[in-house]
């Protein structure tokens, strides 16, 4: 997973918040692969998974100026307007486009050239997850909660109702026993 640099990306969606569009390229390249990651396999389909990133970033646009760096991280924002809009586009039964449309952009065509890329943004740890998949479940959602969407230990220590010490102790755990798996392949 590539490392961001929280200040650098606050600023960022600070200055999409005010209508800086290179601030928003830079945004959506830094994260693209992340969200593109997380809504294949939210949604398990290629197509959805490029729809819900489109509405996705297009959200954001909108979003920026009510993002607020102390409540978590970009990345967390990003994945919690993902979720947001899968939930969405599950009860209507389709990824809905009313942010595409309110920011003007125009619907994309798809490629099948796109639709691979989709799948290898996707699977750039591929080989990973199912030795994530085999983790104990405790082990396996604080680690997931902190690796994939970069939440801060103290939001997952308050949605897991325990402490920061024992989602840093389970993080670290989890990690200990990929290695050691990856170590023995």
């Known amino acids: 997973m590539a490392e961001h640099d929280e200040q650098r990306d606050a ?4 200055a999409v918040g005010r209508g800086d569009a290179d601030a928003f390229d830079e945004l959506y390249v830094r994260y693209l692969p992340l969200v593109v990651r997380w809504s294949l396999r939210a949604s398990g389909n290629r197509e959805v998974a490029a ?14 100026r009510r993002f607020r760096p102390e409540r978590g ?3 967390g924002w990003l994945l919690g307007i993902a ?13 809905e486009d009313s942010s595409r449309r309110r920011v003007g952009a125009e619907p994309v ?8 890329r989709v799948e290898e943004l996707a699977s750039l740890d591929a080989d990973i997850i199912p030795l994530v998949e085999a983790l104990p479940a405790t082990l396996r959602g604080a680690l997931t909660e902190r690796v994939l969407h970069e939440r801060p230990y103290q939001d997952i ?13 389970r993080v670290s755990r989890a990690l200990r026993a990929l290695r050691s798996q990856l170590e023995e392949t």
């Open 11 to 14: 600023a960022l969606v600070a």
């Open 51 to 64: 729809d819900l990133t489109a509405e996705v970033f297009a959200a954001s646009l909108t979003a920026a």
């Open 73 to 75: 991280s970009v990345a």
């Open 83 to 95: 979720r947001n809009k899968l939930r969405e586009s599950q009860r209507r039964g389709r990824v």
């Open 109 to 116: 065509s798809l490629t099948d050239a796109d639709l691979e």
């Open 157 to 169: 220590a308050l949605e897991l109702r325990c402490s920061e010490s024992v989602v840093r102790q």
